[in-house]
């Protein structure tokens, strides 16, 4: 919705009248009004109010004309105070069209006098276009020379001395500026790169015309830079480093945020002021293969949104209770809650699905993206970006510290069936946000991942065989961690229909796997993400480890019997394979989490192939126990694998084996009885072996003739049960002294454990900091009565300062058990809306008089080794 209209009716404030300001006031005030009230209640992407720049800075005779773009830029703020969309965006004089084009014979010469300039359709459009974008509540877009309008008008609005050029500004641009920087750049050696973050924030904050310093994580790009700015930035970085070091032109590019450029330049600049190193010829860093084959790869870190299950716990507790999450149609109400709707009468029954609740939502601005770009975004990449920052904090990973990292992503997509609802809609089909690079590169993009970024597109098979991608890279060295998944949306009426034909889909809506009644699956959709390491550097980092990946293999049909017909030798040789990669004897597996689609002939080959290999040397009474997860949420397609392996890695820490649903009389395209495999039709301990860990294999089978397989093992070796996550090792923690006193000596006898500690809470906006303590809340009930209440409050308290990002809106919780932990949780749940602080630096002062008593700080020095370490030194001077 685009608000664009305007009335002139110029004249003195003395010359004027109320109804010339009627004129002028009510097309815009009233019009504006009422078009807000009239779309309150509608779903819009943008509201847009064309002010005028008038309205902010004034212009002679144009009183009205000030108070009515006024008011449109104070009616942008309200709809934003209301959670609606609106913008005002006060344009100067376009060139060629509008009323002061109309008048442009009249008014230029005042104008020129002032400064003002005019600008052609084609920048407008493009300002225009990246204003809607950044999506700003109030902007100006006009086209100044401000030196004529510094000497000409005495009277400025103060809001614009920053714009403007002054003596000032020219000695801050001076050589003797330039050597104030080199010098506190060698007089500070161990505060170099914090120095460069804080001279780089004010060159920033003065090429944008910022009000404030930018945040140096934030991207100039994202903070409104075009490439103008980037070579105005460039030349004053280039007066202040005085021929110590040239920028070059695409530094903006290379290093596209504050923080990145800063630790750039910090290599850069090296020893200033000293003679430069002579220039050696270096060469390529060599990765040779870094793990044997026997070695495992660990699964630290999982996150899902399925069908019915938002999260990992949720996906377990329906799992545990045998929940059947395929629902008649999308049950929730938003703007796709009727597709299935839209399938002919004659494949009613095909409406069934797994459906993720609440699929249209996305947390844009968590991401820095428009709302506008990100209607554009296939939900797939939305899906994507959200769980694969959850795997990581379910890893006890801050996200933020994996920028620049050599860690990879693999993805299993497909595709997109979003482009049926863009082609019939107001925006058209978007490549960049339907294509299955930019799925994967966007994440990529978001946290800063330098390593291989793949989608891969088999199918049913997809997201297992980016898992087998995924371990060769980190057993080849190629990578250092992985984080690899997979997404699906079922969007199309098209496809499901065409499925339907294929006889791909169960007409009943139920996915029976190994029964007789089955006759195909239910589509499925979600999302599904772990986090993966090499298993000796997960132990070495104190990793909590999900199970490990032993063997994977890959491969195809070949000529079998057609392309989409299922091959049971061809997924013989693909398990052996996998088992042979992990070193693991057929028989010593007790569970596989099938591909189990419910084909009355699929299933059967199958069970036939992995009973063949399983099924050597196994005792007859441990038999290879068979379940599918696609009878609980549907076939989730390219993402079918991912949530395969995590319920398998959900059952072993768990120690029991959920039910395969809609299992009553077994297919009898098999001889059960002669065969050493059973379906698990209710919810089963896993088997016991304390010589070994549990282990499991995980198979997916694309329609194309992939066949994939995982061997997974459990870890540790007994199970810890219980809904509550297991911990990592624990590992001991060094002490950084500041670098002023890095020298000093620690204290060798034991640090008494902390009795006091500290809960940080963060979020990008109030509200999200409140829901968070409210999670927290949640998570204590959850603890209530499991463990060592000390060891998971402290592991807690840990992993939320270490392992989270920290975001603007920051609270925190002092505490001493779970009691007063809760009270302070409580508190901040319930808190009034606040606004973010800028940080500030935090430093304790003894003053050594006027309130001393006995013991103080006995406390700190008995269990912080850094206080102790400084006060042993005063005590010593």
Known sequence: MIHSVGVLSDGALTN?????????????????????????????????????????????????????????????????????????????????????????????????????????????????????????????????????????????????????????????????????????????????????????????????????????????????????????????????????????????????????????????????????????????????????????????????????????????????????????????????????????????????????????????????????EARLMDPRQRMLLETSWQALEDAGMDPDRLRGSRTGLYAGISTSEYRDLMTGGDYGVSYLGTAASMTVGRISFALGLEGPTIPVELNCASSLVAVHQAVMGLREGEVDMALVGGAHAVLSPDLTREMAELGMLSASGRCRAFDAAADGFARGEGCGMVVLKRLSEAEADGDRIWGVIRGSAVNQNGASAGPTVPNGPAQERVIEEALARGSVVPSEVDYLEAHGSGSGFGDPIEVQAAAAVYGKGREADRPLLIGSVKTNIGHLEPAAGIASLIKTALAMKRGVIPKNLHFQDPNPHLDWDQLPVRVVSAMTDWPSHPERPPRAGVSAFGISGTNSHVVVEGYPADSDGGMQLPAGSAQPVAVFLPEPLADLPLAEEEIRTRGTRFLPLSGKADGALRELAGRYLSWLDECDGEGDAETILADMAWTAGVGRSHFDYRAGVVFRDAASLRDGLKTIAKADEGSPVAATKVAFAFTGEGSEWVGMGQALYESEPVVRAVLDRCDAV
């Open 16 to 372: 004027q009248s109320w109804e010339r300001f009627e004129t002028v006031l009510w097309p815009k005030v009233l019009g504006a009004w009422h078009l807000h009230r009239a779309t309150a209640d509608r779903d819009l992407d943008m509201f847009v109010l064309f002010s005028s720049r008038v309205g902010v800075m004034g212009n002679p005779g144009q009183a009205n004309h000030a108070a009515a773009n006024a008011f449109l830029d104070q009616l942008a703020a309200h709809r934003r105070a209301q959670g609606l969309p609106g913008q005002a965006i006060a344009w100067g004089a376009w060139s060629e069209i509008g009323e002061a084009a109309e008048q442009r014979e009249r008014i230029d010469r005042q104008r020129s006098a002032l400064g003002g300039r005019w600008f052609t359709p084609q920048q407008g459009l493009r300002a225009f276009d990246q204003l809607v974008r950044q999506d700003v509540t109030t902007s100006v877009v006009m086209s100044m020379d401000w030196s004529v309008f510094e000497e000409a008008v005495e009277d400025r609005p103060p809001f614009l001395e920053d714009l403007l050029s002054t003596e000032s500004d020219d000695e801050a641009d001076s050589p003797a500026s330039a050597a104030d920087l080199l010098s506190q750049l060698q007089d500070t050696p161990a505060s170099r790169e914090e120095l460069l973050v804080s001279f780089l924030q004010q060159e920033v904050q003065a090429v944008l015309r910022l009000s404030t310093a930018p945040q140096p994580t934030v991207g100039f790009f994202d903070l409104g830079m075009d490439s103008l700015m980037a070579v105005e930035l460039r030349n004053r970085l280039n007066r202040a480093f005085a021929e110590e070091y040239v920028v070059p032109n695409t530094v903006v590019f290379d290093y596209p945020d504050i923080a990145t450029l800063a630790r750039h330049l910090v290599g850069e600049l090296g020893e200033v002021g000293s003679a430069p190193a002579a220039q050696v010829q270096s060469e390529p860093e060599s990765r040779p293969m870094v793990q044997r084959e026997e070695d495992g790869i660990a699964i630290v870190g999982m996150a899902c949104r399925f069908p019915g299950a938002p999260d990992i716990a949720a996906f377990w507790h329906q799992l545990e209770a045998g929940t059947d999450a395929v629902t008649d149609g999308r049950g929730d109400s938003g703007s796709w809650g009727d597709l299935a709707e839209d399938l002919p009468t004659e494949y009613a029954a095909y409406r069934q699905g797994g459906f993720v609740e609440g699929i249209e939502q996305f947390d844009s601005r968590f991401f820095r993206i428009a709302p506008i």
